[in-house]
């Protein structure tokens, strides 16, 4: 028998019904789904917000902690504006052979030019002005100084004082070391039309650092991340989720990870810092830079300068409780660093070239705070220095209070 209109019409609304409701199944499915998504969205972006705002601080500069013990003491409402326009002007980008310099920057207190040299005043440059270029680390840079109050303004403040005028240029840059600067002064006199009538030197604290940093000698800082980040720059670019890897979310699950008891812990380095090998190749290279510059020197007309800067690791500072504090809070971030320091310091006294000046020993009489960090100077501290450097430049060589060796002990507690 056939099947009736009646059946079929019965059957078509059967089937209709059935994709309605699949219809509406699926509707539902994919409304669920968004929800999912969304809340996956939402949740992810929140782990990832909560894991860069509680390990954001995890790279910063060696110097922030004294920092916040500074203005914790007693720091004013221009110090916190100084801090703040330090931290927006603490960005580098890629120069060619010496690695990084700072991005430009004008503020109130910080100004860097195009070429990601810092300013510095009283001075004035044209093709027939005395010249004299710096070079060094941070602490020539002028970390804690406005730019009137960095060394090679204080300086220049001292030419113009004396009826000299002079064009002094600071080349110097956070973190570099006297071979970078070699080689940044290799690459300027490449190009500059008015080559320096002097070129001074202002190190040591970096020398010792990325020697201890790294564990060996004549290497820039942070050498090793550089190294490994170069070593595994392929994979970086080849299709994968490699990138994951650098979100605050991963690097937040790792850290948990590595607290897990049953977590496998990578294997440590437990090999000793070998503080003597390491300060007489420190020292060995310096001197191979010095004859190099030398070489420059003659071949280019200046005359070279190298000085070591004093720092609470050496020299015998009575230190005030800031200065122990931040000692103290520094040898506990990098066990071992005063020891390093003080090797280095004291075999610079191997160094055998009249034109290298070990100051160590330079703010010995002062009572009371000269340092913020390690090595950076409140502008009390620089002024001394830039007397200092006044007159070993103008052929004066500075009176030392003790001897180089003495001058590079360790400090009493």
């Given amino acids: 028998m056939g099947i009736s209109a009646e059946e079929k019409l019965r059957m078509l609304d059967v089937d209709h019904g059935q994709k309605l ?12 789904l968004s929800i999912a998504v969304a809340a996956s969205v939402v949740i992810m972006g929140a782990v990832e917000l909560f894991a860069y705002k509680r390990y954001r601080n995890a790279g910063t500069d060696v110097f922030e902690l004294p920092v916040k013990f500074d203005l914790a003491e007693r720091g004013t409402a221009a110090d916190r504006r100084y801090w703040k326009e330090f931290e927006d002007a603490n960005h580098v980008l890629y120069h060619q052979y010496v690695l990084w310099r700072r991005a430009p920057y004008q503020g109130e207190m910080i100004s860097i030019d195009q070429d990601g040299v810092r300013q510095t005043l009283h001075t004035r440059c044209d093709d027939k002005t005395f010249s004299i270029w710096m070079f060094g680390d941070s602490v020539m840079w002028g970390v804690g100084t406005v730019d009137q109050d960095t060394i090679p303004s204080l300086i220049a403040r001292d030419y113009q004082q004396s009826g000299k005028p002079v064009c002094i240029v600071n080349y110097a840059e956070k973190g570099w070391s006297n071979t970078q600067e070699m080689v940044g002064l290799i690459q300027l006199l490449k190009h500059a039309s008015r080559k320096p009538d002097i070129v001074l030197f202002y190190d040591g604290g970096t020398e010792a ?23 595994n720059w392929g994979k970086t670019q080849k299709a994968g989720f490699s990138y994951l890897q ?14 897990v008891p049953f977590h496998p812990k990578p294997e440590v380095n437990k090999t000793p810092l070998d503080v003597e090998r390491l300060s007489r190749a420190v020292v060995a290279n310096y001197q191979e830079n010095i004859a190099i510059i030398h070489l420059l020197a003659r071949q ?21 409780q800031y200065e122990k504090q931040v000692l103290a ?47 950076h100077m409140k502008p ?25 060796e003495e001058a590079s002990s360790s400090h009493p507690n």
Avoid at 209 to 231: I, K, P, R, T
């Fill in 209 to 231: 650092f990325a020697a201890y940093q790294n564990g060996e000698a004549d290497v820039h800082s942070n050498f090793n991340s550089f190294s490994s980040f170069l070593d």
């Fill in 300 to 320: 280019f007309g200046f005359q070279p300068i190298f000085a070591w800067y004093p720092n609470l690791a050496v020299g015998n500072k009575q230190l005030t």
């Fill in 329 to 375: 809070a520094q040898y506990q971030q990098f066990p071992g660093l005063g020891l390093m320091y003080q090797a280095v310091y004291q075999r610079s006294s191997e160094i055998q070239s009249p034109d290298f000046h070990n100051l160590a020993d330079s703010v010995d009489d002062q009572k009371g705070t000269i340092f913020i960090g390690l090595s």
């Fill in 246 to 259: 650098q979100t605050n979310t991963y690097r937040l699950l790792q850290r948990v990870a590595d607290k």
């Fill in 380 to 404: 009390e501290g620089t002024r001394i220095m830039a007397d200092r450097l006044f007159d070993i430049l103008n052929g004066k060589r500075p009176a030392s209070g003790r001897a180089s």
């Fill in 21 to 32: 409701e699949y219809t509406r199944l699926f509707r539902a499915f994919l409304v669920r």
